[in-house]
């Protein structure tokens, strides 16, 4: 009987980055901020469940019992964010993922969701509207904590610089028009002090979060109505006319312009958040600069945290202020 030498295999390359994917679904962020390939491609899928790297954070969010570990989660999504994770791709309309969440006894105020064909925003949106439509009370801690995952989705819209071409004013006039036009309006916006109407299509084309909220199966696309109780209906219509036309004719008062930048930044409309930004930048007065500083360093406005800066070196008022100790501090 002859006897062959057993030759030792050779390790297979993980192709799809399946023990990173592990890394993901723990919430180990230590690990995954060491360990992650500088090319790992975060568009992506899961290589099992096929869901994307933000969407693993979702069940560890919605099952997790202490403190600690939702303070991982809202890291990982962080740094996630801050290496090119985009919470707006989706899984594709094929996944079969579905995840259940309970309270106390398994099965006892149950809820599941499909993941198939929804970006990371979506499922959280979804599941928040779920979540109250099931039991709010009894869910409220879980609907903060995706409320909490949604802002920090929504402070990493990635915005790159703005292009500027010449546009007829007939265009601009036109646009203008249409926002004004309510007759055709099919959605409301509840604002703290009254209704504003636009378009559900010009809103789901301008902004990805509400996109997400107009679409089927969620209580705003349905009702066709968002609520946004902080913020006034003077700030909504100046978001929405920028939104609209790029541009507007009405004055606003830094307070306004403010509630608008809230509401395109929590929107994740990049090009108004860019026009207020700049429109901020020429607001910045001794009365005005310690509410368009914090905001600015809150959001993370590059442009206009150079602009405070600068204002704040070169007044008197200010300088005066920090020398006496009476600014907040960082």
Known sequence: LALFPIMPEEAVRDQDCSWLWAIFDHVNVKMAKKMCPPDFSWSSLHPESGITALQTLIYPLMTTNDEQGLEDVFEMAQWMLAQGADPTHKTT?????NEEYWQGEKGERAVS???AGMSALT???????????????????????????????????????QSRVAVDTGVVDLWELMCEDSASHD????????PVTAHAAVLSKGSPVLAAMLAYGMTEGRKRTIEVKDASVESVKLCLMLMYSGATTAEFSHETALAALDLAHRWQISNVVAMLENA????????????????????????LIVACRKFGTDSR???DALKARTLPGP
């Open 93 to 97: 309309d094929t996944c079969q993922h």
């Open 113 to 115: 969701l499909d993941f």
């Open 123 to 161: 499922v959280a949106i979804r599941l928040i509207d779920t979540l109250k439509e099931c039991d709010e009370d009894h869910w409220s801690e879980d609907i903060e904590s995706l409320n909490r995952l949604l802002a920090i989705f929504s402070s990493a819209s990635p915005r790159g610089p």
């Open 187 to 194: 959605v409301t916006i509840e604002a703290m002090d009254g």
């Open 280 to 303: 901020l930048t020429e607001m910045i007065s001794d009365q005005t600069f310690l509410s368009i500083a914090e905001t600015a360093k809150r959001q993370g406005l590059v442009s």
């Open 317 to 319: 008022v200010i300088q």
